[in-house]
């Protein structure tokens, strides 16, 4: 959706007049006073992270493990649009969309504390592809392996005629192409964590699923191996508003809804890669030197400085291919709004993108037809507003 351009802010002033706000070099003067913020809040406000349950404080570390996470799109940049992500733990499904509800049991008695689930495809209705990948923390190695086996059992008596794929240098590995060899699974396990994939790609290309898994499971071990769990007794220290980022953030308490909700919380670059729409447009953020991203009812990026910050906004807002730029929030001058081409029922989506220092900030909502709510523009002034107010 998005691809990496440079951006240019011109800061234009007028005559012997002083304008309100709190500009900073390459950023356009803003008359604060002036904006509308509707109903949000233009302060800072205290962030604490609601844990009220067992799965409350195991989502802590799934937030960790998202960092961890291969992304389909570096299997195969073919699996490059985002369909899902999110943060399993005990007590709730293990594995959203990727097994049935029936295999539960065996998460269940097998220990299962905390996992990720991402998903992507290729968006081509002619040749579809689909990748989602999960890892899953168990008890101990024991109990892992003793998953990744049930779990390949159990699929095998779901799905008869599965045809076994070996895997090159994964001898344990669990992989399987189905009988109609356009979808395939892979159970493996390596130490506490079971890597789960499951694949569909046209019956053509049946014959480069080993491949694609043997890759798959090179990333994805080399990539655990950086990974320690965390006790269950230590999880409640985990940080929950690193610098108070989560504190300069738009809060979803005055919004009935904001795109990815469960998912609000702070998060690793690795991590937060995770939620971007386009992974060939953003598979990375070095660029853009981004060393921490929180999530609430908006999205704020934390980059290297201000010229890295406008190219982060260039790259978020440049619009696909059935996309369009739209008018941003009067008095806000550098803001980016772009309307999606994709919507859910009768409304369509849309999304700003304001700079404040060295802080990127998204704003995303809905609309009805071609028209984003009043809450979007007067949501991304109050974050504009925050951020000020928070130096």
Not at 157 to 183: F, K
Not at 248 to 272: I, K, N, R, V, W
Not at 301 to 320: C, D, E, K, M, V
């Amino acid at each position: 959706m998005t691809a990496l351009v440079s951006a240019v802010a011109v800061v234009t002033t007028a005559c012997a007049q002083t304008v309100p706000g709190h500009a900073g070099p390459g950023m356009a003067p803003v008359a604060a006073t002036e904006l509308d913020h509707g109903l949000f809040p233009t302060e800072p406000s205290t962030f604490e992270m609601e844990i009220s349950t067992s799965a409350d404080i195991y989502s802590l570390e799934s937030r960790r493990m998202l960092g961890y996470l291969v992304s389909p799109y570096r299997v195969d940049p073919e699996f490059r649009y985002l369909q899902d992500t999110e943060l399993i733990a005990a007590g709730t499904s293990p594995t959203p969309n990727l097994l049935p509800a029936e295999f539960e049991p065996i998460a269940e008695k097998n220990f299962f504390v905390s996992g990720v689930v991402t998903a992507r495809a290729n968006n081509n209705p002619r040749t579809e592809k689909r990748l989602a990948l999960a890892v899953l923390r168990f008890g101990n190695d024991d109990y892992a392996r003793t998953a990744a086996t049930e779990y390949n059992t159990a699929m095998d008596v779901l799905t008869p005629g599965r045809q076994r794929i070996d895997l090159t240098g994964y001898s344990e590995a669990h992989a399987a192409l189905g009988p109609s060899r356009d979808r395939a699974q892979l159970f493996a396990a390596t130490g506490p964590f079971v890597v789960v994939a499951a694949m569909s790609a046209p019956a053509t290309e049946a014959e480069l699923v080993g491949e694609w898994f043997t890759k798959l499971l090179d990333l994805q071990f080399d990539a655990l191996k950086g990974l320690t769990p965390t006790p269950p007794d230590d999880m409640l220290d985990l940080p929950t508003d690193p610098d108070g980022i989560m504190s300069m953030t738009l809060p979803s308490e005055f919004q009935g809804s904001a795109a990815f909700s469960d998912l609000l919380g702070t998060y690793s670059p690795s991590a937060y890669l995770h939620m971007e729409p386009d992974a060939e447009a953003i598979h990375d953020y070095e660029a853009f030197g981004v060393d921490l991203v929180a999530r609430n009812n908006a999205t704020v990026y934390r980059t290297a400085g201000l010229s890295q910050a406008f190219a982060l906004q260039t790259a978020l807002t440049r619009p696909g291919r059935y996309d369009e730029q739209i008018d941003g929030p009067p008095g806000l001058g550098d803001a980016r709004c772009v309307q999606r081409d994709y919507y859910t029922a009768l409304f369509q989506t849309f999304f700003c993108v304001v700079v404040y220092d060295r802080y990127v900030a998204l704003v995303d909502d809905t609309g009805l037809g071609n028209l984003p709510s009043p809450e979007l523009h007067q949501g991304l002034a109050a974050q504009y507003a925050i951020l000020a107010n928070s130096r």
